[in-house]
C-alpha cells in the first residue's frame, strides 16, 4: 500500500518572542499559515521493519533527516514498527524559514499513520511531533493558527483570507539555532517583551478575511537581527512593496519573506521577476487544515 502526502510550507503572519526558558528554547507568540508550496512524500509499505529514505536533492537520508527522525519517534511510540520506503521530491527551499523540514516530518507521521489504520488521534500525533521540533506540531495540521509556548500550544483560527501570497528567498540559508542566539544577544533576555502579544488585530483582519487589517499588523522580531547581516532580505521586502504588496515580511528566523497580495496577476508578474532576479520565487495561497 503507498500513501502520496503533500507537506505544506508555513509562514509567519506574525512572530514576537516572549521570553527565554531556562533550556534555553523560547516562548513565542506566532501566527502560522501554510501555503500551497508544498514538498511531496511517497510511502509505500514494505517488507521488514524501519524506514529507507530516497531523496533526489542534496539532503541527508539517514537520521539528520527529519523524515527519518518522525518515522522513527512513531515507532517508538507505536511499539509495532513496520517497514517503509519513503520518497521525498523537495520544493520548499531548505533553512528558509519556511518550516519545510518540519513539513516533511508532519508528512511523514500523516502518512504513517494512515498506513496503520488511524492508530494515533491528532492530539497523540501531535505529542511525537514535538520532540522532532517546535513547529512540527502545528504542520500535522496546518491551516491557519495562533502557537504560543515553544510553538506547540495551538489555537486554530477560521481565516477567511484567501489573498495570493508571493515567497521568495535569496542567498544562503539561515541557522535556526544561530539565528536566535543573535536574538540573545541582541535583546538581553527579553525583559522588554513579558506583556501579552496576542495580535488581537491581526486575528480580527484574518477571520474577516481583511488583507488590509492583516497587512496593517505583520510584524516577525527576528527581522531586526537577520535582515541587518543580509542585505537581500531587505531588497527583496521592498521589491515585494513595490510590486503591489499590502504587506510583506520575513518568515520565521529567514531569509525567506513573502508579500501578501490583493490580486493574483500581480503576485504572479511579481514572481517572474523575482525569478529572474535569481531568487526562488513561489505563488501560492494559504491552504486550509487537514482534518486528520
Ligand atoms: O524545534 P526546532 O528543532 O525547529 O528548533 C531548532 C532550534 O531553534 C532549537 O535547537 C533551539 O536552539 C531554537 N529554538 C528556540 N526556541 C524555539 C524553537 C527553537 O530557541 N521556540
Redesign the pocket.
Known sequence: MTVIEKAYAKINYYLEISGRRAD???E?ETVMQTVSLADTLTVTRVAGEGITLETGAALPADDKNLVVRAANAYFAASGAPFGCHAVLEKRIPIEAGLGGG?ADAAAMLRALNRLDKGRFSAAELAEIAVKI???VPFLIVGGTALCRG??EVMTPIESTLHAPIVVAKMGEGVS??AA?GALDSHFDNFIDFRSDHTPVPLLAGLQAGDGEAVAASIFNRFEAVVADARPAVGALLDFLCRAGALAAAMSGSGPSVFGIFRDAAAAEAATAALSAMGADAFACTPTEAISL
Do not use: I, N
Request: charged residues 10%.
Open positions: 534555553g528554547y523560547h513565542l518540519s521540533g517546535a513547529d515553544v510553538g535556526t539555532p536566535f
